[in-house]
């Protein structure tokens, strides 16, 4: 019996979670004895103690094979559990402030907040971008259309390796925009002066008045510390390379599925949970992959601020109520069975899937939102000694290595 002084044991479930591994994973480790378990009073069900897990955790990662610790000081953006700030401006600050996307990028890049224009395309830019984009076969992802973009307007632009600060200021501004707008149209007019407006209409097609959603999910997703499309910029930034090839290292990182698209998981699991119900939806996406997307976070613990904020927003919009309903079932379905506090991807794909968009839409929004922490940190890399992240690499021969054959002596 778990007294007043013990916490609560978890599930079987939960202990993944935590873990960071399949259900089935957690068996094979108490079969080991590798943990230890206790019979739930159904009868049928195993328990853990969430202290123990947590020891196991610290102690598997600190033996974790090929574990790379890389700790980069920076004065960008500060976070902690349950907090993050930019330039000492809390995240919670900025957001009841209104500010636009544009100003918290310009706070990333310069340190100084304050009313910004908005950021017009590049006509000349994007009559460079554009057919490259449109030249992508229908299987082409949103991020790949960004890359291709991007690669277009480095080969149309003789100023694309301007490292001083005005003009990776001027890149960042001109090549979002441009990036955004080079994307496919959702909705019938294009028209808008902020850059989450006219995203929104690239990406939903009907609510357009409810673009200052999107602007919020894009200051709250702008920047996060040293995430691994971020250190991939800075890397990028220590050879010196410009604001282009920046932002081509960290899409790079963000086109792969551990980083960036878990808002798209998130996003399918209300679909299902809208078609067959949220028990049935949320056994199957648990079954398939052992986890629950869009909970946990290995910074954010106790709660994930950006998470708070948008669902806070989220919940006062006349957005569709059915699907804000199905998102609730599921949020409290999840919270029943795995007390692990929800973070943004979870946010983000409420947010997707309420207002209509594609199941990829979160990917794209990560991505151009990001943009601007990503041209942050390499301004500051700039300022650091060029080519320092040089790890030693260490040979271990694999058994199957082919080793010539000696002659007898």
Known sequence: MTSAHQPARISAVEAAVRLGVKRETIYAYVSRGMLNSERHIDGKSSTFDPAEIERFRRDKNDRRPGRLDVSVASAITEVTDGSVAYRGHALAQLVHAGHHYEEVAELLWTGSLGATDSWPPDDRLRAAVQPAVDALLPTATAIDRMMAGVVAAAAADPFRNDRSLHGMTSSGRILTSTIVDALPLAARSSRGERLAERLWRRLARTGSNQWPLLNLAMVLLAD?????STLAARLAASTRSGPHAILLAGLGAVAGPLHGAASRVVHELFADAELRGPEVALATVIQRDGKVPGIGHFIHRSTDPRHDLLMERLAETDLDQQRMDVVASIVSLTSERIPVAPNVDLALGALTYIAGMAPDAGEVIFAIARTAGWLAHALEEY?????????????????????????LA
Do not use: Q
């Open 383 to 407: 300022e650091e000694t060029p080519i320092r992240f040089r790890p030693v690499g260490r040979y271990v021969a694999s058994p199957t290595t082919h080793r010539p054959s000696l002659p």
């Open 224 to 228: 996060h510390g040293m995430a691994t």
